[in-house]
């Protein structure tokens, strides 16, 4: 599978010029660096976690543990980045909260 850069100027998206074979293909439109849908999940699995045991809202872990790393949005984080987040997120709930939090 090829991945391929593109930009998206005035609504238009304007590829690269490249050589493929003939036939159909399906076409993925990603902002660039944004996590993945896996990375995604997981993430909101955690929020879960910790909001049922803390006793927070989703939305107020959310802002709880963006304020404590530090982070404005996690939004656009690049995959590489938001795996370290989570990596950090994750040894936080161990060390200081004494939450243990499930391999995806």
């Given at each position: 599978m090829q991945r391929l850069h593109c930009?998206?100027?005035n609504g238009k998206v304007?590829?690269?010029?490249?050589?493929?074979?003939?036939?159909?293909?399906y076409f993925e439109l990603r902002e660039v660096g944004v996590r993945s849908a896996k990375q995604n999940n997981y993430y909101w699995k955690i929020i879960d976690i910790?909001?049922?045991e803390l006793g927070y809202t989703?939305?107020?872990m959310h802002q709880t543990i963006?304020?404590?790393f530090d982070i404005k949005s996690t939004k656009h984080l690049e995959p590489k980045e938001f795996s370290d987040f989570l990596e950090n997120l994750i040894r936080w709930c161990a060390i200081d909260l004494h939450i243990v939090i499930p391999d995806p």
């Open positions: 930009k998206v100027k304007i590829l690269p010029d490249v050589d493929v074979e003939d036939g159909e293909y910790l909001s049922e989703k939305r107020e963006k304020k404590h």
